[in-house]
């Protein structure tokens, strides 16, 4: 089954239960799906990596409102906003832990300097390596700034 036939099945099952949180915060996520597959010159489907793409900036702009929102003292409209980021995470990826990324890290390096490129010559090669096995499960900002300081 893929992630949209699941996220719609879940969308009519919140629907019927009339739980107002998950059905709008699946409305939104599905609107936002569909908006990307008619997108450009011609409509296509989404594959389920595309979808979690999405899921992931939703889920990003979720966090980055209930942000604003505690930094302007308005903390239900702050509690709302994770509360849909909550429900928009059971839908992504389990995140990778700081060990696990480390692991990574250290494996793209090898393979790298393998292939001969070493120092800060090669944090473009390692970063083509580690960036498919860790996109939306970790913050990317982070795994270049422990590329660097790995490479250094």
């Known amino acids: 089954m893929s992630l949209k036939t699941q996220l719609q099945g879940d969308l009519s099952l919140a629907i019927k239960a ?3 949180l998950v059905s709008g915060t699946l409305r939104l996520a599905l609107s936002a799906i569909t908006t990307e ?6 409509a296509r489907e989404l594959t389920d990596a595309e979808i979690v793409n999405i899921l992931i900036k939703e889920s990003k702009k979720r966090k980055e409102a209930a942000e604003a929102f505690s930094a302007a003292n308005r903390q239900e409209l702050a509690d709302k ?3 849909e980021q909550k429900v928009l995470e059971k839908y992504l990826p389990s995140a990778l832990t700081e060990a696990e990324v480390d692991a990574i890290i250290k494996a793209a390096i090898e393979e790298a300097a393998s292939a001969g490129s070493t120092g800060m010559k090669a944090m473009g090669a390692v970063m083509k390596i580690v960036q498919p096995q860790t996109a939306g499960r970790f913050d990317g900002s982070l795994i270049a700034s422990k590329v660097k300081d790995a490479l250094t």
Not at 37 to 42: F, I, L, N, R
């Open 18 to 20: 009339q739980d107002s």
């Open 81 to 83: 906003e994770l509360a």
């Open 37 to 42: 597959e008619v997108a450009g010159k011609q």
